[in-house]
């Protein structure tokens, strides 16, 4: 059965940061790019990240360039996002998803159950 499992979600102040992880199970991992998403209350969902599986190519929002960084780990079956100097208007429940192709082409088969971050202080 496919999975895939978000954590390292939490509270934390303005500035500060967090890793959140998106390990996956029960299909070959590399499959499919990796894209983190995030929706807050009252707002639509909206993409942050992609990491491709064929090159490891990314891409970001710009509203978390230069703040977040996306990365895999095949072996270990894990997407990470590091997450800095982070704002209160990060805050947002944060979802990964596998895309259908290797790149970041948009079209997500599966997805996770997400991990609530909270900026506050």
């Known amino acids: 059965q496919l999975q895939l499992v978000e954590s390292g979600g939490g509270l934390v102040q303005p500035g500060g940061s967090l890793r959140l992880s998106c390990a996956a199970s029960g299909f070959t991992f590399d499959r499919g790019a990796i894209g983190w998403f995030r929706q807050a209350p009252g707002k639509e969902r909206e993409g942050v990240s992609c990491?491709?599986?064929?090159?490891?190519?990314?891409n970001y929002a710009d509203s978390v360039k230069g703040r977040f960084t996306i990365s895999r780990d095949n072996a270990k079956n894990t997407v990470y996002l590091q997450m800095n100097s982070l704002k209160p208007e990060d805050t947002a429940v944060y979802y990964c998803a596998v895309d259908h192709f290797r790149w970041c082409s948009g079209q997500w088969d599966y997805w996770g159950q997400g991990t609530q971050v909270t900026v506050s202080s």
């Open positions: 990491i491709s599986s064929s090159r490891g190519s990314t």
